[in-house]
């Protein structure tokens, strides 16, 4: 019997180890082939529309996207550089061979393990070492590089709006040499040094323009941002190097110069893209924004996936001509995207203000003198009843609710999706009966927030024995957290859900919800960020986050419920019934000129939104002139309670909170913007200015325009004087 039991005990040992060894080896690129064949061809026309060709230059090895309608011509090499010139002695004047590359590759060199650059017009196309084909709609180049065995076939294919550029991953080959990511044509998206007019769109935050005419230098300035935020897994690592406080939230980028301009969509791949800048180099003459993918995961330490990610990537490049030429064309070309793709419809009605409610936190306590970790109520359910019924009689005006940390483990991820329970110390049945009684009746809606990618203990069907995300060497995938005011980190224990066990989970969550009585649900981690998950392929380098949450999000949207997205990666946008946090501001790197409401131009009537907490911000008047530059609704945090304990709190969040504390200013920051978003409801943008460094106006469909001055002096408009610091708006008739 003895045996028997110490039998199933090593068993089970082995079976665990196992379990906590390795990720699923997937399946390896195909090795390179030494002896690959090379096909060129002379000059072709590969497809063709009503308005567009797309051709082969054989003689100079370049795809050309033409215009048959105004002649304009497209290519991963700067326009101004197409028409061929010459020298004093009439020879043909060579381009910069950086300029002409339509591939940049890095590979991994397997004697330092560094990164490492391979260019596809000088590493293959110059060296004949390619093979082109003509296929249905376009032509697909494979780029060969045969001193590092490394082959990557990428198609071109006419779209009736422009050319789509895609690779995918599985038909990548390599030797010895493993491929970390690729860069397509990485020029298309570019402007010149010397353009006094020409930018740079770069969507960081709310969105951004950088002009290379203010940068000059032998080398290139650049930035580099992850498509939907950094990798959950390398949050606050040594493997980061991203201090962005406002990510890409959008996978879209552009260059406008003159009466020309050129619009980028990432379509496929967006969880392992990056948007990257180059700018300034006086050796290039020209700077450009450009996408680039992860096609190997890199884990906290360093240490590469074995594997490659196998799921497609693509870019479409959309051209625009005349008044479309600029940052509000691209901005609705754009939005007629997700129309096209994701269904988006035009609104009536949007929501002027919304409250989030901090529920639960844990504080220091002392039994004793015994320490041990106390939930502290920051906001009952009833005491968010009594803000809500104090703000909506006082202003007249119906916010939508959120309630945030209401699970077992507060704001604290705790057991997955908070337990699917609320705290007790919050309050029971008969107080969440009465919150949805009134908030159904008088409010836009109430939501309860869940976090569904982060645990630290089991529960809601999520074991912390087994249902954890692992890294690239199979490791639980630990979520990585800073002391505050520390460069140390915080000795914690806490994972991230498998990706497998995700969309579970969310569907548990909206369930749960449901079963409240609650109207929606908000799922802030997931919709703002993404992670990966090596235990499966399919979830390499972030790859397929946005169709787990777009399926969580249909199941509750078809059981009758609704999405509330804070800080909404496209993703969630898409899906959502409200947008609160929404970015006002881009990261501010040194490299941008100008902030614009790019993200805002896109959604407005179309998808309600607010800003991030006015009550939070470091100077809330600005915060409300964003607001309404942008047409957004006013968003606010708030809680019922305050305690000394609360600065025990790992959640550095509960300043200026106190609602007993802002009320007055709350009440009356909403009253006053109320009148001015009455008129803007349900408005689209029809046009943005930059009238100044600090004045702006914004121009919306239903004949209302507003200018926004974030100067310290008064401004003189075509609508009268707009004060420091302050907004004025016009209405037309329509």
């Known amino acids: 019997m003895k045996r028997k039991i110490s039998a199933l005990i090593l068993s089970v040992l082995i079976t665990a180890v196992l379990a906590g060894c390795g990720t699923e080896k997937g399946k390896a690129l195909s090795g390179f082939d030494i002896k690959h064949k090379t096909k060129s061809e002379q000059s072709f026309t590969a497809a063709e529309n009503g308005e567009w060709l797309l051709e082969w230059d054989g003689e100079h090895y370049r795809v050309l996207l033409k215009n048959q309608n105004n002649g304009t011509v497209w290519s991963a090499l700067p326009s101004e550089l197409l ?60 780029y060969y590089f045969d001193s590092k065995q490394i082959s990557v076939p990428v198609e071109y294919r006419l779209i009736e709006n422009g050319l789509n550029v895609s690779v995918n991953p599985k038909n990548i080959t390599e030797g010895d040499f493993k491929v970390y990511s690729i860069a397509l044509s990485p020029f298309f998206c570019s402007v010149s040094n010397s353009s006094a007019d020409g930018y740079l769109f770069v969507p960081s935050g709310s969105g951004a323009l950088i002009k290379p005419s203010e940068w000059s230098a032998d080398v290139s300035y650049t930035c580099s941002y992850p498509v939907y935020g950094e990798d959950g897994q390398l949050k606050n690592t040594g493997n980061s190097g991203i201090t962005n406080t406002q990510p890409v939230r959008l996978p879209v980028y552009g260059a406008a110069n003159g009466d020309r301009a050129v619009l980028a969509i990432i379509e496929n791949g967006a969880e392992s893209a990056s948007i990257n800048c180059n700018v300034g180099n006086i050796k290039f ?48 070309a754009y939005r007629n995207y997700l129309k096209d793709s994701f269904g988006l419809k035009k609104i009536s009605d949007e929501v002027p203000v919304s409250l989030t409610f901090l529920g639960a936190v844990y504080v220091d306590a002392d039994f004793l003198g015994i320490p041990y970790k106390s939930l502290y109520p920051a906001t009952t359910i009833g005491g968010a009843l009594s803000i809500v019924k104090d703000i909506t009689e006082k202003t007249g005006i119906s916010p939508a609710v959120n309630l945030k940390g209401f699970g077992l483990s507060g704001l604290s991820a705790g057991k997955p999706a908070g337990g699917l329970k609320t705290a007790s110390v919050l309050g029971g049945k008969k107080d969440m009966e009465a919150l949805t009684a009134f908030c159904k009746a008088d409010t836009a809606g109430l939501y309860m927030d869940y976090n ?17 995300a692992r890294n690239t060497v199979g490791q639980k995938a630990l979520v990585h957290k800073r002391i505050l005011g520390s460069d140390k980190e915080e000795n914690t224990a806490e994972y991230f859900v498998a990706r497998d066990k995700l969309v579970q989970l969310g569907k548990k969550a909206a369930d749960n919800a449901r079963g409240l009585g609650i109207g929606g649900i908000s799922l802030s981690d997931a919709a703002s960020g993404k992670y990966s998950d090596y235990s499966v392929q399919s979830f390499y380098t972030g790859n397929g986050f946005a169709n787990d949450y777009r399926t969580i999000a249909d199941y509750n949207r078809k059981n009758g419920s609704k999405m509330l997205a804070e800080g909404a990666n496209l993703y969630a946008a898409v899906t959502a019934d409200i947008i609160t946090g929404a970015p006002d501001c881009s990261d501010k790197n040194d490299l941008f000129y100008t902030d614009i409401p790019f993200y805002q131009l896109v959604f407005k009537g179309y998808v309600p939104m607010t800003c991030s907490a006015v009550n939070l911000a470091a100077d809330s008047k600005e915060r409300v002139l964003s607001a309404a530059e942008g047409g957004m609704g006013l968003g606010f945090m708030l809680t019922e309670n305050y305690d000394n304990s609360l ?9 200026s909170v106190l609602y007993s ?73 329509q």
């Open 83 to 142: 028409a061929p010139t010459f020298d004093e002695d009439g020879y043909e004047k060579i381009n910069n061979p950086q300029l002409e590359n339509p591939l940049t590759v890095q590979y991994i060199n397997p004697e330092n393990m560094q990164l490492e650059v391979l260019y596809g017009y000088s590493g293959s196309l110059k060296k004949g070492a390619y093979e082109i084909e003509r296929i249905n709609g376009g032509i697909k180049i494979t």
């Open 285 to 332: 003459g020209f700077s450009s924004v450009y996408a680039g993918f992860e096609i190997r995961g890199v884990a906290a330490n360093g240490s590469y996936s074995e594997n490659a990610q196998l799921s497609p990537l693509s870019v479409s490049f959309i051209p625009l001509n005349g008044d479309k030429a600029n940052y509000n064309g691209m901005a609705e």
């Open 452 to 468: 569904i990618t982060r645990f630290s203990s089991s529960g809601a069907g999520i074991s912390k024995a087994f249902d954890y």
């Open 647 to 655: 600065f025990s709190a790992e959640e550095n969040i509960f300043h």
């Open 661 to 733: 504390a802002v009320s007055q200013s709350t009440q009356e920051t909403v009253s006053e913007y109320g009148g001015f978003f009455e008129k803007i409801n349900g408005a689209a943008v029809k046009e943005h200015r930059l009238l100044s460094k600090t004045l702006r106006s914004t121009v919306y469909d239903n004949g209302v325009t507003v200018y926004v001055n974030y100067g310290n002096k008064a401004e003189n408009t075509a609508a009268g004087t707009v004060e420091a610091g302050s907004f004025i708006y016009t209405e037309e008739k």
